[in-house]
């Protein structure tokens, strides 16, 4: 009995030290901590020469469920109204679609005078190709670009209104369908209750949409373009799924704005930092 008692009290001896260390750990707290930090990024355009911005109108096609130009001008005028220094014009959205065309058919009918000779053929055959009715894709849209590169117009737009910065540009809204793989993760269960998540890989049929936007920046005060910027998102559901084509158009845009804002203010990107004690 009396060969034993050392042994108890070593092992006495153990149990308090380890509760003495649990309890200095405890009382020095997690040996890291987060920390949120913000990082500001410089806008992408120098617009200190504007006090003014002007969301004119887009050349829109891909689907008549929602209006692209319009929702386009009154999402990004509410943003920029709350998130930029420039003060945003509230004006009638412009139809550039028609617009363009317009300015299509003047400049075809602008022919010279005369019906033969190799210098008339070669000035018809310069004249600008017509503009497709239908704007179904990304293709159609290229047509329309023309538009942008008329600074005599622009120029007469910026006069109108005091000389801002003008934005403006093309949208693509249109639907997709698509059939592929798709990975998800499956519950399954064994005879004995067990729980196990098992990856899986499908072949189905998803529907959805394409938003393709080109934003174009141009000085009110020259007509020129100074800056322009280009994005393509997507978003699929299963093909049984409805989803309301604006509620789709919202959601692609709610990805793009944040870039948008960038190229005219600065902007934060907030996220944490681990530090050790």
């Known amino acids: 009995m009396t060969a034993r008692a050392p042994h108890k009290k070593s092992k006495l001896l153990v149990g308090a030290l380890a509760a003495s260390l649990a ?9 890291s901590f987060e920390i949120p930090i913000e990082t500001p990024i410089q806008p992408k355009l120098d617009v200190s020469a504007f006090q003014r911005v002007l969301i004119a109108g887009f050349v829109a096609g891909g689907t008549d469920d929602v209006d692209a130009n319009q929702e386009t001008v009154r999402l990004l005028r509410s943003q920029l109204r709350s998130k930029s220094s420039l003060r945003v014009i509230d004006a009638d959205v412009m139809e550039l679609r028609e617009v363009a065309q317009d300015q299509n058919k ?46 005599a117009y622009w120029r007469r737009i910026g006069e109108e209104y005091q000389n ?14 698509r059939a592929g793989w ?70 692609l845009m709610d990805r793009l704005v944040p870039s948008f804002l960038s190229a005219l203010s600065s902007q934060k990107i907030r996220g944490t930092r681990v530090l050790l004690k």
């Open 182 to 251: 798709v990975s998800r993760d499956v519950e399954q269960f064994d005879s004995f209750g067990r729980r196990r998540v098992v990856p899986t890989r499908n072949y189905v049929d998803r529907k959805g949409f394409l938003l393709a936007p080109k934003f174009v920046f141009i000085d009110g005060r020259t007509g020129a373009t100074i800056y322009r910027e280009q994005y393509k998102e997507e978003i699929l559901y299963p093909a049984q799924q409805t989803t309301p084509a604006l509620s789709s158009y919202f959601e």
């Open 106 to 151: 003047s400049a075809s009918s602008a022919e010279p005078a005369g019906d033969t000779g190799p210098v008339n053929e070669l000035e018809r055959a310069a004249q600008p190709l017509p503009l497709p009715g239908e704007i179904k894709s990304e293709k159609d849209l290229e047509a329309y670009e023309r538009l942008f590169a008329n600074t």
């Open 164 to 177: 801002p910065l003008i934005v403006t540009g093309t949208i693509l809204f249109a639907p997709q369908q």
């Open 23 to 31: 309890a200095f750990v405890a009382a020095c707290g997690p040996s």
